[in-house]
């Protein structure tokens, strides 16, 4: 037995997230489908993570098991050849059989943007924030994060994961340097909740309006309660930027 992971990137607009869904298209099911095709047998994947309706993806990991070697330079360019044009497959590459795509990930990195103004380019890709933020006061919240491990108040209700505890890693917004109108909160921990991200980009962007306090802010996480929390934040402007693995779990 062989486990080969699978890097790829992908625009959500037209997915219903990662995970396999009944009666919806996933980005998950599409690459199972296109590699059971080229292996000529049915053949699953495992991703890193989840991402919901729409969230984009500069950088996936999957990994799937074959019986047999594969010529993994080969299989990426077929791949290429018969997935859609909004997924695509940087490279494959095989790894030792404990390896696991989501478990032995050290960390995940996600950006979230917002636009200050209109640009016809951003509009798939970023927020259009139609009210005046204090950046500095949001990145002084984001600065809490990293005073706690237990994010349940940004957690999806009714999900079976087994702890809300999370390592934050990196957390903070920053303009960009090409376009004074887009700016970029970057998020890095171990491990995150079911829609974590939007929920915390959402709460930030209520301390920005100036309506949520610093202590309101800390008082929401201590309270556990995703109720107490803002409102997600759109999908469309978050994108997963990478995931972190140890180099001894990969053969070659």
Known sequence: MHRFFIYLSYDGENYHGWQLQP????????????????????????????????????????????????????????????????????KIREATLDAHARFSARSRTYKYYISTAKQPFYRQYAWRNYFPLNYELMNEAAKILFEYDDFTSFARLHTDVK????????????????????????????????????????????????????????RIIEQKDRCKAGGSAPGYALFLEDIEYNDDLFIK
Do not use: Y
């Open 163 to 218: 702890t809300n505890i999370c390592h934050m890693m990196q957390a903070h917004w920053e303009r960009s340097t090409e376009d004074g109108t887009l700016w970029i909160f970057t998020i890095q921990a171990d491990r995150f909740l079911r829609n974590m991200v939007r929920a915390i980009v959402g709460t930030l962007v209520e301390v920005g309006r100036e309506k949520l306090s610093l202590d309101g802010f800390r």
């Open 23 to 90: 009666n919806a298209v996933t980005v998950q099911q599409r690459l199972q489908e296109c590699l059971s095709i080229l292996l000529r047998c049915p053949t699953s994947v495992v991703g890193a993570g989840r991402t919901d309706a729409g969230v984009h993806a500069k950088l996936m990991v999957a990994h799937f098991n074959s019986e047999s070697e594969i010529d993994s330079g080969l299989l990426a360019h077929k791949l290429n050849q018969i997935l859609p044009p909004d997924i695509a497959i940087f």
